[in-house]
Nanobody
Framework: VQLQASGGGLVQAGGSLRLSCAAS????????MAWFRQAPGQEREFVAA????????SYADSVKGRFTISRDNTKNTVYLQMNSLKPEDTAVYSC????????????????WGQGTQVTVSS
């Protein structure tokens, strides 16, 4: 697996964090990249995805207007800017890659990186 997520941490409610996911060139191009998260005792859920060109994005309703996914293909990196964080955003965030079009299901993605913990205090 050639995906490495970073940028997690502890932040107060209302704060911001930016996650990064660095990938090898072979993994990054021309894949759709996505972020998922998993809170304790819950199933992994879709957060956001971005296509190869960075033009098309998809978001879970719970993060629309607060989170922004982007990518820099020159650096083989995808980002997740998280603003107005809420305690319910607390989870382990993982990045994933797939060929073809968007997917919002865990089963749509075959390449996964390790997660990074995000904790939002109230």
């Amino acid at each position: 697996v050639q995906l490495q997520a970073s940028g997690g941490g502890l932040v107060q409610a209302g704060g911001s964090l930016r996650l990064s996911c660095a990938a090898s060139a072979r993994t990054f191009s021309p894949y759709v990249m996505a972020w998922f998260r998993q809170a304790p005792g819950q199933e992994r859920e879709f957060v956001a995805a971005i296509n190869w060109g960075g033009i098309s994005t998809s978001y879970a309703d719970s993060v629309k207007g607060r989170f922004t996914i982007s990518r820099d293909n020159t650096k083989n990196t995808v980002y997740l800017q998280m603003n107005s964080l809420k305690p319910e955003d607390t989870a382990v965030y993982s990045c994933a890659a797939r060929g073809g079009g968007f997917g919002t299901s865990v089963n749509d993605y075959r390449l996964w990186g390790q997660g990074t913990q995000v904790t939002v205090s109230s």
